[in-house]
């Protein structure tokens, strides 16, 4: 998104000839147009734009469109000073570039973004892989019993979008949260934005299920003037066979309501992420709340520890962004209660 046109075709050029694919727009409104039926894996956003500018573009995405939680977000700009820079971190700006533009620079910045995104992905995939070979293979009257012992919240659904089994947690999220619906017909948020990714999630999930291929996509369910929040990771789930695969799932729904307390074993995420018992804490009250203050409160430490102890805990865990510490946080341990 760039306002001033020669330069605007000058990056879409070094972009295409380094490669990639593009999708220009001229200012924050033009955007959030094509974005309703694009899903770029980067964007690159001038802060200075008539109209809806940078920041309030950048805002209103991570606010109202949690389908671009997980894309890099790049502001290009001739503001460098630091309270600039400040407010875009703030916002949920992943970097900035500064004007002139140095296209190699800009280039290799892409390139970073964009194969952090990949390792990312990846990193889900193998990380839910346990959870895949649990659930596919659940069958008879043990299957409910062995899902109600996980935390979380579980919904399986079918290659029809149909749900076929849903564990006690997500029955629980359900009704408490007032984020999301379950029902036989399948699963839905009640706020149409949260909904509209959901369901895209759900659809793009299951055609690589059908297709035999692994695919996970994260999607954090909200509602306006609402604390509360449901995250969602819609894992597929390949057919092993065509006989019978009417009575298989195609598609897992891992459920995390902010307002649940309900965490792993402290133990466990330790010696899976080799954390400390203060980032384990941390850690595990992260999966809980995605706010410092709650996370501070709780655990009776200041937020600047909190922050620091977050620092640490994307390190370890090679995350850069708190939505994708918190799914591997999940994913990782299956959050089994203990009791």
Same mark, same amino acid.
């Given at each position: 998104m760039e306002d001033e046109q020669a330069?605007?075709?000058?990056?879409a050029e070094e972009l295409q000839e380094a490669g990639y694919r593009t999708c220009v727009a001229a200012d924050g409104q033009q955007a959030l147009t094509l974005l309703i039926n694009t899903a770029p894996d980067l964007l690159l956003c001038d802060i200075t734009m008539p109209g809806l500018d940078g920041y309030e573009l950048l805002d209103t995405l991570r606010a109202r469109h949690p389908e671009f939680a997980a894309t890099p977000f790049i502001?290009?700009?001739a503001l460098a000073e630091p309270r600039e820079v400040v407010k875009g971190k703030l916002l949920g700006a992943d970097d900035y570039l500064v004007k002139p533009l140095d296209y190699d620079l800009m280039l290799a910045t892409v390139e970073a973004h964009l194969r952090q995104v990949k390792r990312l992905r990846q990193q889900h995939r193998d990380e839910v892989a346990t959870?895949?070979?649990?659930?596919?293979?659940?069958s008879g009257d043990g299957a409910d019993q062995a899902l109600d012992l996980i935390a979380l919240g579980i919904v399986l659904l079918d290659d029809q979008g149909k749900t076929t089994r849903v564990n006690r947690a997500a029955r629980h999220m359900a009704d408490d949260a007032n984020v999301v619906r379950i029902d036989e017909t399948g699963i839905q948020a009640l706020d149409r934005f949260s909904n509209r990714?959901?369901?895209?999630?759900?659809?793009?999930?299951?055609?690589?299920?059908?297709?035999? =291929? !692994?695919k996970v996509m994260g999607v954090m369910l909200q509602r306006e003037q609402q604390e509360n929040s449901v995250s969602a990771l819609v894992c597929a789930l390949p057919q092993a066979t065509a006989e019978n695969s009417w009575q298989r799932p195609g598609v897992a729904v891992f459920l995390s309501a902010s307002h649940f307390r309900q965490r792993a074993s402290k133990t466990l995420l330790m010696e899976l992420f080799d954390l400390t018992p203060t980032e384990a804490r941390v850690a595990g009250a992260l999966a809980g709340s995605a706010r410092k203050a709650d996370i501070a =409160? !709780?655990?009776?430490?200041?937020?600047?520890?909190?922050?620091f102890h977050m620092r640490n805990l994307f390190d370890k865990t090679r995350t850069h962004r708190q939505a994708d510490l918190i799914a591997l946080i999940l994913a990782g341990p299956m959050m089994v209660q203990s009791g």
């Open positions: 330069l605007r075709n000058d990056i502001f290009l700009t959870l895949h070979k649990a659930v596919s293979g659940l990714a959901l369901q895209a999630a759900l659809g793009d999930v299951n055609n690589a299920a059908v297709g035999g =291929e !692994e =409160e !709780e655990l009776g430490i200041t937020q600047t520890t909190v922050a």
